[in-house]
C-alpha cells in the first residue's frame, strides 16, 4: 500500500538509537506472554522486596511479584492502549480533516471550527474530564485519550487533503469524469493517511505517557494489571528502603518516550527539503544539458 510504503521508506533514514528502543518496546509488548519468565500476577510475599537475583534477575516488589515480569507485561498493556487510542484517534481525525479538505467551503470553516476547539484544550485536561464524566476503568481511558488526540491528527489530515486536491491530476480524474468517491478513496484518503501515519510517532511517546499518568493518578490502568505507572505508584512508600522499584519503571517509560520523540523529530526534519550539494548539483546540471543536446 502507498502509505506503507511511505512510512517504511521514512524510517528507513531514521536514528539507529530511536529505533532501536522503539523496536524493543514493540517488540516487548507485543511478545510479552513469551517472554515473561514468571507470572507478572502471582504473589508471593516470603518473596518480597528481594535484590536482584538468579531466580529474580530484577528482584521482586513489596508483593514478591516478579519485577522483570511485570516490566515486560507493562510494555504489552502500554502496546496496547497506545495502539487502541493511535487507531481511534486516527479514524476520527482523518475522517474530519479530509472531508474538510474535499469538500471546502462551509463545510471546511464548520468542521475545523470543532477542531480549533479541540486544540485549544490540553489534551490531559479533556482525557480527565472525559474520565470524571464516565468513571474510570480501561476502556474510558481509552476513549478519553482518543478524545483528545483527534485534533491534531485531523488538522494535519485537511493540510494534506488541500495539498493533494489543488494537484494537476485530481483536476484530471474530474474531467475524465471520476466519481467523487473514487477520487476520496483511492487517491486522497491513502495519500493523507500515509502523511498522517508518519507524523503519529511523535504522537505515540506522548500517549504512553498520558496512560502513564493517567494510571499513576489512579484513573487509568488499574491494579493487578501491570502497567509502568501503577508500579511507579505502588512502589513509592518503598522509595527508600528498595529505590530499584520506582527507578527501573521509571527508566523504561523514560526510554519509550524519549525513543518515539526522538523519533518523531527526525521524521519531522527528514520532510523538511534539505539545499542540494554542490556535487549533485553539477551532476543534475550535466544530466540537464545532455537531454537539452538530444533534444537538438
Do not use: C
Amino acid at each position: 500500500m502507498k502509505f506503507l510504503r511511505a512510512f517504511l521508506s521514512t524510517i528507513a533514514g531514521m536514528p539507529k538509537v530511536a529505533v532501536g528502543a522503539v523496536a524493543i518496546f514493540l517488540f516487548l509488548g507485543i511478545f510479552a506472554p513469551w517472554l515473561t519468565p514468571h507470572d507478572p500476577n502471582a504473589q508471593d510475599l516470603l518473596q518480597a522486596n528481594q535484590d536482584m537475583s538468579f531466580t529474580h534477575w530484577l528482584g521482586t516488589d513489596h508483593l514478591g511479584r516478579d519485577t522483570l515480569s511485570r516490566l515486560i507485561a507493562a510494555a504489552r498493556t502500554s502496546v496496547v492502549g497506545m495502539s487502541l487510542v493511535l487507531i481511534l484517534a486516527l479514524s476520527v481525525g482523518v475522517t474530519i480533516g479530509t472531508i474538510a479538505g474535499y469538500r471546502r467551503g462551509w463545510v471546511e470553516e464548520g468542521l475545523m471550527r470543532i477542531v480549533d476547539v479541540g486544540l485549544a484544550m490540553p489534551s490531559l485536561i479533556v482525557a480527565l474530564a472525559v474520565i470524571g464524566i464516565f468513571g474510570t476503568g480501561y476502556w474510558n481511558m481509552i476513549l478519553a485519550l482518543a478524545l483528545a488526540w483527534w485534533p491534531g491528527s485531523a488538522r494535519i489530515s485537511r493540510a494534506v487533503a488541500v495539498n493533494v486536491m489543488n494537484r494537476p491530476h485530481i483536476e484530471s480524474l474530474r474531467v475524465l469524469g471520476a466519481s467523487p468517491l473514487r477520487i476520496y478513496f483511492k487517491h486522497l484518503l491513502p495519500t493523507t493517511l500515509g502523511a498522517v501515519l508518519v507524523y503519529a510517532t511523535a504522537d505515540a511517546g506522548a500517549v504512553a505517557l498520558a496512560i502513564a499518568t493517567l494510571s499513576f493518578l489512579g484513573l487509568g490502568i488499574q491494579p493487578p494489571t501491570p502497567e509502568w505507572g501503577q508500579m511507579l505508584v505502588d512502589a513509592l512508600p518503598y522509595l527508600e528502603a528498595s529505590p530499584r522499584q520506582v527507578i527501573l519503571p521509571g527508566l523504561a517509560l523514560t526510554a519509550v518516550v524519549i525513543g518515539f520523540n526522538l523519533l518523531g523529530e527526525a521524521v519531522a526534519l527528514n520532510r523538511v527539503p534539505t539545499p542540494l550539494s554542490a556535487r549533485v548539483l553539477r551532476k543534475r546540471q550535466l544530466t540537464a544539458a545532455l537531454w537539452a543536446k538530444e533534444a537538438a
